[in-house]
């Protein structure tokens, strides 16, 4: 089960990454007149997938490595907090508003993925 959740948690900090740098980029690429035909990367499909992907996730990984292995509640806030700050993007008060919190808020949820790992990582070469 650790290794299952270890292996888990680099996919959702890799895909959280990606999420993250999507959400960075594509004001940037769209701004750029010559690259309009890219406004299908500013899809809200694409979006919503990435939330529900690290929406998942937190259940496949973040929930039972703190309910089995270590009791640790700081992984799930640090996913909490980002997944509010998505949240919030999503309210509509301008693009920089949005790409800021949604950029926030998938680089918390990697770093929940992250201190997950290592708190697994920790469990398994400490045998505790």
Not at 90 to 118: D, M, P, Q
Request: proline share 3%.
């Amino acid at each position: 089960m650790k290794i299952k959740n270890q292996t888990f948690d680099i996919i959702a900090l890799t895909s959280s990454l990606i999420c993250a740098i999507h959400c960075a980029a594509v004001p940037i690429l769209l701004s750029f007149s010559s690259l309009t035909s890219l406004h299908f990367l500013h899809n809200p499909l694409i979006e919503w997938s990435f939330i529900g992907l690290g929406i998942l996730f937190v259940f496949i990984s973040l929930w039972p490595s703190y309910k089995k292995t270590h009791r640790r509640s700081r992984p799930l806030l640090i996913a909490a907090v980002g997944f509010i700050l998505i949240a919030i993007s999503r309210l509509h008060f301008g693009e920089i508003w949005e790409a800021v919190n949604t950029v926030a808020g998938a680089l918390l949820v990697s770093s929940a993925h992250y201190v997950n790992w290592k708190l697994l990582r920790c469990k398994i070469n400490h045998g505790h």
